[in-house]
């Protein structure tokens, strides 16, 4: 068996970021677990900042941006409100 990815997607939702608020055909995107996408999803959540759909504390965007490009990107979803990142297998 081939070895299982990580794929991470962002949904739009609630602030208490119920799953039932979390519409995976909203942004139609999943982003692989390799440089470029991680880029490609700190662009898309610095687009929903800016859009006012998501709120990030001023003092956090620094974290939430690390977090996306070098860490763990669901820990990113600790920072954001109304929006989260989650992880799903990639095979």
Known sequence: MAKVGKAFIFFNCDAAKNESTMNIFYN??????????????????????GADRIQIATDDLKTVELAITEGDPVSASDYIRFGAIREIDCY
């Open 28 to 49: 139609r995107a999943v982003y692989r677990d390799t440089k470029t996408s991680r880029k490609n999803l700190w662009k898309k959540v610095k687009e929903e900042y």
